[in-house]
């Protein structure tokens, strides 16, 4: 599929959904190809962890129960 530079702007969420449903898009500026949006390989994503810390906390021991945790967090802020 083409798209041009506006069409990125005005309706980038419909591309998206696009690159999600796997389809590539080129995109034009001008009428030449200047980039191209591309799905990302399927990785595990953030909805598809429960209960569980990533990225730079997944190795904080403070934090296991990730649940507790944010609960200690907030208690605080809604009692």
Known sequence: MRATA???RFYSKE???T???GEEITITYRGK???KLVP???T???KGIKGELFGMWKDNN???DVQKYISSLRKG???
Do not use: N, Q
Request: proline share 4%; glycine share 0%; no cysteine.
């Open 33 to 35: 190809p200047i980039a």
């Open 15 to 17: 591309l998206i959904d």
């Open 40 to 42: 990302l390989e399927k």
């Open 77 to 79: 802020r809604f009692s």
């Open 19 to 21: 690159v999600l449903r």
């Open 62 to 64: 403070k934090v296991k």
């Open 44 to 46: 595990k994503t953030a």
């Open 6 to 8: 506006k069409d990125l």
